[in-house]
């Protein structure tokens, strides 16, 4: 089981690689900024747990969560689109590594305008690039199916009766316990 989720994880990340190093950095950041706030905001204000598969986290932290993921997601997209390095697709494999690399990034840096109707007020407009639209997508799943992977696993260890799939980071399992929430989150560029 280990291997085919390593096996298939890997060729999935390899694949979003290829088609622009943005695909990679963007959700495994959106998780990781997923899984840190939900702690916080767990620990903060947790006082409801999610699951009994994993008693700890808390529909506070998952909300605290949510909202956090998604700011930074727009943020996080902001900065990244600046960058050709991470926006373009990589034809090959280099050994030098952050090649200047250039290519047409006009697509996600195109501005899409919303206008909403606020009751008893004005319109209220505001523009978003495409870059930001995708990360907003992003950060939803990461925020409502990519902890879904870390309950799999949770769930998976407590039919083993082991409480981390190994020591290496003191107090925080291996390093598949850090990437548990990461295997449904590299489904979703293909």
Known sequence: MIL???????????????????????????????D??????????GRTP?????????WEGAFGAFISTMLFSLLISKVLINFDF????IKEIHAIPFLRTSCD????????SFTFAVPF???????LQQIQLHALVLALFSSIIAPLGGLFASGFKRAVKI????????????????????????????
């Open 121 to 127: 007020s004005s319109n209220y407009n505001f523009t």
């Open 50 to 58: 999610l699951s009994s598969l994993s008693p700890k986290k808390t």
């Open 4 to 34: 085919v989720i390593f096996q298939m994880q890997s060729a999935l990340i390899a694949s979003n690689i290829f088609k622009g190093l943005v695909w990679f950095v963007l959700p495994a950041t959106l998780v990781i900024c997923n």
């Open 163 to 190: 409480k981390d799939f190994a020591n290496t980071i003191p107090g925080h399992g291996g390093i598949t316990d850090r990437m548990d929430c990461q295997i449904l989150m590299v489904m979703n560029i293909i």
């Open 36 to 45: 840190i706030t939900a702690y916080i905001f767990g620990r903060m204000f």
């Open 86 to 89: 991470f926006l373009c697709p």
């Open 105 to 112: 990034t006009s697509q996600l840096a195109k501005d899409v």
